[in-house]
C-alpha cells in the first residue's frame, strides 16, 4: 500500500438476541458513537463513510441509504460493499484502500446485523444454486455438521473436543462485557445440549445476534497526531473459493483451499514461518466448534489433523501460549455483517492493551485475524503494535 | 493525484428485455471473455482484482457474487461486490488501484431485471417502519420527485417528453441499445400515464444485461493499450434517506460528488470543460436534474437547455448520446455502462452516436430512490 | 453504559417480504436438467486444462479460467463424504416451508465425479447406521413424474450389496 493505515478507533454495541428497543439506525448508531467517542472525534472530522453488512438478512434493500443517519454518511462520500460473512472485514480493507490511495485521510467502516429481523437460516440456505442443493435447508448449521461428521471420521476426534472448544467460546466470553452468550458451561453441558444437526449441538453452534461494531482508520499522520496508540493493518488478503465445490467440510482435502491459500500468501509478505511464535493473538471467524479446528491446522498453528489436540492441551485457552478468539468469538456472538470486524477490533483492542477482562495475560504486539463466509472466503488481516513489528 | 488509474477494455452485451437463454454467470461471462479477449489479458497473469456489481435480491440468490466467482476469477483470489450502482464499482476500482494494493481491476455489473419484479425490489428499499407500508417504488418516488422539480423551476411536460425524444432517437445508432426510435413530442406525451405526471415512455424499461471494464495502474495501462481513458476525478455523496428531509427539487447530494470530482479533475466550468455526459436517467426527468447538479446549468435552466439542443447528439455538449438508461439498460449495471459510454467516445470507438473528438467526459450513477446516493465520475484522453 | 430498560412501549411491524423469480437455468444447467429428467443420467462437465470433472456442470472452470468442454457421464452410485441428521425445521426456501425433522441429508461423490452432490438420504436418521465412505446410489421420480429440476432425485440410499 502507497500509505501506512492505523486504526485510530473503534466501538461495538452489547450484543444481543433482542433490540426490541431500536431499529436498525439507532442500533448502528449506538457502535458509530462508541467509535468516535473511543477516538476523541466528531463526524465532522470523518472523511468517508463505508458500510456493509448481509444483504437483505435485515429484509431492507440498500440499507447503507436507509442508515445514513445513524452512520453518519448525510453529505459524506461513501458506499456500500457486500461479500457475505467476511464482509466486516472486507469493509475493514476497503477503508484501507481508501486511506492508503491518498484521496482521504481518515475513514468510518460500519459493519451490522439485526439478524431478529428476518428469518436468518431461510436466506442462508438461499447461500445455495436455486436449482441446485437449496432444497435441503441445511443453512449453515448443516454445512457444519458435515464438517464435523467428515473430522471425526478423518483425524479421530469426538464430540468431546467439539464441546470443548464450545466451553471455551464462552468462558472467554464471560470475561467480554459486549458478547453475547456469556454462559458458565461445563463440557458435559454441551454435551448435553440439544441437537441441532448431528454431530451439531445448540452449544456448538454460533448465536443469532443483534450488533454493530464501527472503527476508524486513518493515515499516518493523523493517527500520530491524534492517537496515543493505534494499531497498525500490516497485511490483508482474500481469498473466496469457487461455487459448487464446498471443500472446506471435507477436511481431509489436499487442494489448494481459501484458508491455507490466504495464510500463506500473508505469511510470505510478512515473514512469518512460525506463526504460532509470530502472532500473539488470534481472533479467528468459527461459525461452528468444528470451524476453530480447522482454522487452526489451516493456519498452521499445528499440524493437519492435529486441530483437536491443541484444545485438548487447553494450548489455546486465553492463557495459553497460542490463545484463540479471547474475545469468545463468533461462538459467542454473531452478528454476522459486524463478525468480521469484530474480530479486527478484538485484536486491535488486545494490541493496545484494553480488551479489559478479556485481554490476554501477555505481551501483544501483533495479531492476526480471519473470516468466514460465501461459499468458503475468507479475509485475513494482520495487525502490529508499532511499525517496526 | 500523484498516480492515475485507466479504462483499458469495455465489453457489453446487447441489452434486452429479458435472456432466457443465460443464467446470470454465464450472461457476466460473455463480458468477461470478450473484455479479456479485447486487451489481451489473462486472468492469472494480469488481473488482482475483481470488483463486480449487482444485488442479492435482483439475483434471487444470497451473497450473490457465489454466482459470478467462478467467471470473474474469484477463486482463491480478492473479488468484492459493490451493492449499488456500478460508477460506484469504478469509483471504488479506482480508489484500489491509487492505494497501490492492486495494479488491474476487472469491473463487473450484471443484473437480469426480468427474471423478478421491479417493483416489489424496489419496495424493499424503504425503510420498514416509516415509508414502505405506503407501498411507494421507485417510480412512485420518482412521480413525486418530478412533480416537485417541475413545480419548482417551472419545467413544461413538453421539455421532459423531448429527453426521451432525443434519447430514444440516439439510442437508434447504439448496437446494444434496445428501446429505440424516431418519436415525436405528441407520441411521448400520448404514452399511458403510470405515475403521474410520469408516463410509460418517461421510464427506463426492465433490461436484463451485463458490462465489463478493465482497469489498470498508469504503468500496465500503458503496457496494455495505446489508448487508455484516464479517470480524472471522482466523487460520491449520499443525501438524506426520507424524501420528505430533502427539496425534491434539488439534488444537493450530486451537486457533492460532482464539487468533490470536478475538484479533482480541476474542472471549473463545467459547461464548457466538458465535452460530453452519459448520465443515470431512469426516468426522462432525471436527465434535466442531473444536469443541474452536475453544474451544467443554473437551478431550473435544464428546460431551456433541452429546448436549445444543447445536449442534442450534435449540441454543444451531447448529453446521453447511447440513448442513456431510456435506451434499455438493468439496474445496477446502469452505472457502468455509462462509464463503459463515456470510455467509448473518448476512445472515438462509439461507432454510429460517436460525438466529435471528445477529450473531457463525465459519467454519473445513482442508487436508491430519487437518487440518494450520487457518484460522478470524470474520464479523459489525457 | 448498559443498555437501560426501556420506559417506552415498543412495537415491532410485521412483513412479509415475498418476491417472486423464474431463473434461467443457463445452457450448462440446461442439460444436466433434461438428462436428468428424460433419461435419468447424470451428466458432468470436464475441464479441458485439469481434467476436473465438475458437476453440476459449467461454464467455466474456476481454478484454470477456462471454458469447460466435455460432458461426463456419472453415477448413478457414489460416495458419501459426510452426512449430517438435522433435527431442526429450518424453511426450505424453495417452498417456503420446512422439512419434517429429523431428517438425514448428505454429500455425495458420484462415481467419476470430482464434486459432491447434497442430497436426502433415504436412511434410518440414526448415527450408527450411516457413516462417511459408506456406498450409495440415487433413487430418481419415476420417469413420468419427473419435472426437470433436482427434486427429480428422491434421495441416495444404501447399496444393499454391502
Redesign the interface.
Known amino acids: 500500500?502507497?500509505?501506512n493505515v492505523a486504526i485510530i478507533g473503534g466501538g461495538q454495541t452489547?450484543h444481543a438476541a433482542r433490540r426490541?428497543?431500536v431499529?436498525q439506525v439507532e442500533m448502528v448508531n449506538e457502535a458509530v458513537r462508541a467509535a468516535l467517542e473511543d477516538a476523541r472525534m466528531t463526524i465532522d472530522e470523518i472523511d468517508t463513510?463505508l458500510v456493509g453488512n448481509?444483504?437483505?438478512f435485515e429484509?431492507?434493500?440498500?440499507t447503507?441509504?436507509?442508515?445514513?443517519?445513524g452512520t453518519g454518511?448525510?453529505?459524506?462520500?461513501?458506499?456500500?460493499?457486500?461479500?457475505?460473512g467476511t464482509v466486516g472485514a472486507?469493509i475493514v480493507?476497503?477503508g484501507?484502500?481508501?486511506?492508503?490511495?491518498?484521496?482521504f485521510d481518515t475513514v468510518l467502516c460500519i459493519g451490522f446485523e439485526k439478524q431478529e429481523?428476518g428469518?436468518t437460516?431461510?436466506?442462508?440456505?438461499?447461500?445455495?444454486?436455486?436449482?441446485?442443493?437449496?432444497?435441503?435447508?441445511?443453512?449453515a448449521?448443516?454445512y457444519f455438521?458435515?464438517?464435523?461428521?467428515?473430522y471425526m471420521?478423518a483425524w479421530g476426534a469426538t464430540e468431546i473436543h467439539s464441546a470443548m472448544v464450545a466451553v471455551k467460546a464462552r468462558q472467554n466470553a464471560r470475561k467480554n462485557k459486549y458478547a453475547h452468550l456469556k454462559l458458565d458451561i461445563t463440557v458435559e453441558d454441551a454435551l448435553n445440549s440439544?441437537?441441532?444437526?448431528?454431530?451439531?449441538r445448540m452449544l456448538d453452534m454460533c448465536p443469532a445476534s443483534n450488533g454493530a461494531c464501527a472503527m476508524i482508520l486513518a493515515d499516518e499522520k493523523t493517527a500520530k497526531d491524534r492517537c496515543k496508540n493505534p494499531v497498525w493493518i500490516r497485511a490483508?488478503?482474500?481469498?473466496?473459493?469457487?461455487?459448487?465445490?464446498?471443500d472446506w467440510?471435507?477436511v481431509t482435502t489436499t487442494k489448494?483451499?481459501?484458508s491455507r491459500?490466504s495464510a500463506a500468501r500473508v505469511y510470505k509478505q510478512l515473514g512469518v514461518n512460525k506463526p504460532a511464535d509470530y502472532f500473539d493473538v488470534f481472533e479467528i471467524y468459527e461459525p461452528a466448534t468444528w470451524a476453530e479446528m480447522v482454522w487452526y491446522e489451516d493456519l498452521e498453528l499445528c499440524g493437519p489433523g492435529e486441530g483437536f489436540k491443541l484444545i485438548e492441551e487447553k494450548r489455546t485457552e486465553i492463557d495459553g501460549p497460542i490463545p484463540v478468539n479471547p474475545s469468545g468469538g463468533v461462538l459467542s456472538t454473531n452478528c454476522i455483517g459486524a463478525s468480521a470486524m469484530l474480530r479486527v477490533w478484538e485484536a486491535a483492542l488486545q494490541i493496545r492493551g484494553d480488551a479489559g477482562e478479556h485481554q490476554v495475560p501477555k505481551e501483544v504486539r501483533r495479531a492476526l485475524t480471519t473470516a468466514y463466509?460465501?461459499?468458503n472466503w475468507t479475509v485475513l488481516t494482520a495487525l502490529s503494535r508499532s511499525l517496526d513489528d | 493525484m500523484s498516480e492515475r488509474v485507466a479504462i483499458v477494455g469495455v465489453a457489453q452485451t446487447k441489452f434486452s428485455p429479458k435472456r432466457a437463454d443465460v443464467n446470470y454467470s454465464e450472461m457476466a461471462y460473455e463480458v468477461i471473455a470478450q473484455a479479456l479477449g479485447d486487451t489481451g489479458l489473462t486472468i492469472e497473469r494480469d488481473i488482482d482484482n475483481a470488483i463486480s456489481c449487482s444485488h442479492d435480491i435482483w439475483d434471487g440468490q444470497t451473497i450473490s457474487d457465489i454466482g459470478i466467482t467462478d467467471v470473474i476469477g474469484g477463486h482463491l483470489r480478492n473479488e468484492e461486490k459493490m451493492a449499488m450502482d456500478g460508477s460506484t464499482a469504478v469509483y471504488y476500482a479506482a480508489i484500489g488501484i491509487l492505494s497501490g494494493e492492486f495494479d488491474c481491476t476487472l469491473v463487473l455489473a450484471h443484473t437480469k431485471m426480468s427474471q423478478t419484479s421491479r417493483n416489489i425490489v424496489n419496495n424493499t428499499a424503504f425503510d420498514p417502519i416509516y415509508t414502505r407500508l405506503l407501498g411507494l417504488d421507485f417510480t412512485s418516488a420518482a412521480a413525486l420527485q418530478a412533480a416537485r422539480y417541475m413545480h419548482a423551476r417551472h419545467i413544461t411536460d413538453r421539455q421532459i417528453a423531448k429527453v426521451v425524444v432525443k434519447n430514444l432517437a440516439n439510442a437508434l445508432h447504439n448496437p446494444v441499445a434496445h428501446n429505440k426510435g424516431r418519436y415525436t413530442i405528441e407520441e411521448v406525451l400520448a404514452a399511458p400515464v403510470v405515475a403521474a405526471p410520469l408516463r410509460e415512455m418517461d421510464i427506463a424499461p426492465d433490461t436484463d444485461g451485463a458490462v465489463a471494464l478493465i482497469m489498470a495502474s498508469e504503468e500496465k495501462a500503458k503496457r496494455i493499450t495505446p489508448s487508455p481513458v484516464w479517470v480524472l476525478g471522482l466523487g460520491t455523496s449520499y443525501d438524506a434517506h426520507y424524501l420528505g428531509d430533502r427539496d425534491l427539487s434539488e439534488c444537493r447530494a450530486l451537486e457533492q460528488a460532482a464539487a468533490r470530482a470536478y475538484r479533482m479533475a480541476g474542472i471549473t466550468d463545467p459547461a464548457r470543460d466538458i465535452d460530453v455526459i452519459e448520465l443515470g436517467e431512469e426516468f426522462s426527468y432525471q436527465e434535466l436534474l442531473w444536469l443541474e447538479g452536475l453544474g451544467i446549468c443554473p437551478r431550473g435552466e435544464a428546460g431551456r437547455l433541452i429546448d436549445s439542443g444543447f445536449t442534442a447528439i450534435d449540441g454543444d455538449l451531447p448529453v446521453n448520446p447511447s440513448g442513456g438508461l431510456l435506451s434499455g439498460v438493468p439496474a445496477n449495471v446502469a452505472g457502468l455502462n455509462r462509464v463503459a459510454e463515456a470510455a467509448l467516445q473518448l476512445r472515438g470507438d462509439a461507432e454510429g452516436h460517436q460525438v466529435h473528438n471528445p477529450r473531457i467526459a463525465v459519467a454519473q450513477g445513482h442508487s436508491g430512490f430519487c437518487g440518494q446516493h450520487q457518484c460522478v465520475i470524470v474520464l479523459g484522453r489525457e | 453504559m448498559e443498555p437501560e430498560e426501556p420506559k417506552q412501549e415498543l412495537i415491532n411491524i410485521p412483513i412479509t417480504v415475498d418476491v417472486p423469480y423464474r431463473f434461467a437455468a443457463g445452457t450448462y444447467m440446461a442439460k444436466f436438467l433434461v438428462e436428468l429428467r428424460d433419461n435419468g443420467k447424470f451428466y458432468g462437465i470436464k475441464c479441458p486444462v485439469c481434467k476436473r470433472v465438475q458437476m453440476p456442470p459449467r461454464i467455466v472452470c474456476a481454478a484454470c479460467h477456462v471454458k469447460n468442454t466435455e460432458w461426463v457421464e456419472l453415477g448413478p452410485e457414489g460416495t458419501l463424504v459426510g452426512f449430517t441428521i438435522m433435527y431442526l425445521p429450518l424453511t426450505d426456501p424453495t417452498t417456503g416451508k420446512p422439512h419434517e425433522p429429523p431428517f438425514s441429508y448428505g454429500s455425495v461423490r458420484l462415481d467419476g465425479s470430482d464434486s459432491v452432490l447434497d442430497h436426502f438420504l433415504n436412511i434410518e436418521p440414526k448415527v450408527e447406521k450411516i457413516r462417511v465412505g459408506m456406498r450409495v446410489k440415487a433413487v430418481l421420480r419415476p420417469r413420468e413424474q419427473r419435472i426437470g429440476d433436482l427434486s427429480d432425485i428422491l434421495y441416495f440410499e444404501p447399496i444393499s450389496r454391502q
Open positions: 500500500m502507497k500509505r452489547y426490541h428497543d431499529n463513510v448481509m444483504e437483505f429484509g431492507t434493500h440498500m447503507d441509504c436507509w442508515l445514513v443517519d454518511a448525510y453529505g459524506k462520500p461513501g458506499l456500500k460493499i457486500t461479500t457475505g472486507t480493507c476497503a484501507a484502500h481508501h486511506v492508503a490511495s491518498g484521496l429481523e428469518d437460516g431461510a436466506i442462508l440456505s438461499g447461500v445455495a444454486h436455486p436449482l441446485y442443493g437449496r432444497s435441503m435447508a441445511g443453512a448449521v448443516g455438521a458435515m464438517m464435523g461428521t467428515s471420521a440439544r441437537m441441532l444437526a448431528y454431530p451439531i490483508m488478503d482474500t481469498a473466496h473459493n469457487e461455487q459448487f465445490e464446498l467440510r471435507d489448494p483451499i481459501f491459500t463466509g460465501g461459499t
